[in-house]
């Protein structure tokens, strides 16, 4: 069995998101949340408090805040179990992957999430929207339509029938009315603000790419899956990475061709979602993915990791 941890993106935030992964093991986590305030300048244990009703003001908010608690769950997942082989985030979530696979420091994916967040609150306006269920030539279909009310395309390929697609607001509500009445398709608005992966979001790739050109790269110890590629990269350059960092920002996520990469190379695969809540967990339907799958936000009311799993701890109990 090879585990492989999923990292979320920026749809698992939650008002409760850092308390409750604190109070699972505040000696861990707590000098994290305290290095990384010292970092950005900004007590960051009380912005993300529940009680703030500005936490997520910005979509800078929502990045720094999700890689955060990210992180923090990867390690007290490490602190217990042995370490993954393999991994790979969801949009925002591959900077966590970055970091899990050694090609960054924490404290540099710190900066460069913060450096990414301000870029996309700067960067044209829009709004995204999960679909579900559609297939992949059925959306096109309509969207082909909808572009008669403006920009629209799909931003994530997440599953066999889940998709997101982003755009002009018009021209999404008009998709979403079209996928209502024609497939019986659930649409919901998922960010209000900016259309990411998305070509409109050229001109943030090019704010950003700075930012990731001063970053202090490494040589991955472990695979790296670059969402915009959807295949496994051994040993990448800094060269490489940036540029597929960059073109990540304007192009759409290849979620489902990742996961379905890792299946046919791993048939014994055990995915573990590392974050907030379980988006991509309950992406990981039976009906496409046979893999056992599981989720570190057991408050979420998912089953907890089985016991063959806990190597480390059964070793140290010996």
């Known amino acids: 069995?090879?585990?492989?941890?999923?990292?979320?993106?920026?749809?698992?935030?939650?008002?409760?998101?850092?308390?409750r992964i604190i109070a699972v093991s505040p000696?861990?986590?707590a000098p994290i949340v305290e290095q990384a305030s010292s970092l950005l300048g900004r007590d960051l244990r009380a912005w993300y408090s529940p009680d703030n009703p500005s936490s997520f003001a910005t979509?800078?908010?929502?990045?720094?805040?999700?890689?955060?608690?990210?992180?923090?769950?990867?390690?007290?997942?490490?602190?217990?179990?042995?370490?993954a082989p393999i991994s790979l985030g969801l949009s925002l979530g591959e900077y966590n992957h970055l970091v899990h696979i050694g090609a960054l420091s924490f404290e540099e994916g710190l900066r460069l999430v913060d450096a990414r967040g301000a870029a996309y609150d700067a960067g044209p306006e829009g709004v995204m929207a999960a679909v579900f269920p559609i297939g992949r030539g059925a959306l096109e279909e309509v969207l082909e339509r909808a572009r008669a009310h403006g920009f629209i395309d799909?931003?994530?390929?997440?599953?066999?029938?889940?998709?997101?697609?982003?755009?002009?607001?018009?021209?999404?509500?008009?998709?979403l009315a079209l996928l209502e009445d024609e497939h019986f398709v659930?649409?919901?608005?998922?960010?209000?603000?900016?259309?990411?992966h998305t070509a409109r979001f050229a001109p943030?790739?090019?704010?950003?790419?700075?930012?990731?050109?001063?970053?202090?790269?490494?040589?991955?110890?472990?695979p790296y899956f670059p969402n915009v590629r959807g295949e496994l990269l051994e040993r990448p350059s800094a060269a490489e990475i940036v540029a597929l960092l960059s073109e990540h920002v304007h192009r759409p996520v290849l979620w489902r061709q990742s996961i379905e990469l890792v299946t046919a190379r791993w048939p014994d695969a055990l995915f573990v979602e590392v974050g907030p809540r379980t988006v991509l967990f309950d992406l990981l339907q039976r009906s496409w993915c046979k893999s056992a799958r599981f989720a570190t936000d057991r408050a979420a009311g998912v089953c907890a990791l089985p016991e063959t799993f806990f190597k480390r701890a059964a070793r140290h109990a010996s």
């Open 1 to 19: 069995m090879v585990s492989v941890f999923m990292f979320p993106g920026q749809s698992s935030k939650h008002p409760e998101m850092l308390e």
């Open 27 to 29: 000696a861990l986590t």
């Open 59 to 83: 979509n800078r908010d929502v990045q720094v805040g999700v890689f955060l608690v990210n992180h923090l769950h990867l390690v007290v997942l490490q602190d217990t179990v042995d370490d």
């Open 154 to 175: 799909v931003a994530n390929l997440n599953s066999p029938s889940q998709h997101v697609v982003a755009g002009e607001r018009a021209a999404v509500d008009a998709a």
């Open 186 to 196: 659930q649409g919901r608005i998922i960010e209000h603000r900016i259309p990411m």
């Open 204 to 222: 943030v790739a090019a704010r950003l790419r700075p930012a990731l050109e001063r970053a202090a790269w490494r040589t991955p110890a472990r």
